[in-house]
């Protein structure tokens, strides 16, 4: 499972102690990716920031995956993209 973030621009502090991954044999489209704290795990639509699966958390805790992900975007972008160009050159 690939860790887009935290990463070197981004710290798990700033992620709220969430990781955000994709599945390593996951489809790349629609982009999309996973929030991920202790057992639960939610997914995002990342061109309309909507959650496509809740996972069990809370309202309270996908306002603020939906925050993270706002504020987050343009490294989350970089990252996405990065990890799906290494895939297409294996």
């Given at each position: 499972m690939p860790t887009l973030l935290p990463?070197?621009?981004?710290?798990r502090e700033q992620l709220?102690?969430?990781t955000i991954f994709v599945w390593a044999h996951d489809h790349p489209f629609p982009p999309h990716v996973h929030f991920r704290k202790g057992t639960q795990h939610s997914a995002w639509?990342?061109?309309t920031q909507l959650c496509i699966h809740k996972g069990g958390f809370s309202s309270s805790q996908l306002r603020e995956q939906r925050t993270i992900l706002a504020e987050h975007?343009?490294?989350?972008?970089r990252s996405?993209?990065?990890h799906w160009r290494r895939q297409a050159e294996q």
């Amino acid at each position: 499972m690939p860790t887009l973030l935290p990463n070197q621009e981004v710290s798990r502090e700033q992620l709220k102690g969430y990781t955000i991954f994709v599945w390593a044999h996951d489809h790349p489209f629609p982009p999309h990716v996973h929030f991920r704290k202790g057992t639960q795990h939610s997914a995002w639509d990342l061109r309309t920031q909507l959650c496509i699966h809740k996972g069990g958390f809370s309202s309270s805790q996908l306002r603020e995956q939906r925050t993270i992900l706002a504020e987050h975007m343009d490294a989350l972008w970089r990252s996405w993209h990065a990890h799906w160009r290494r895939q297409a050159e294996q």
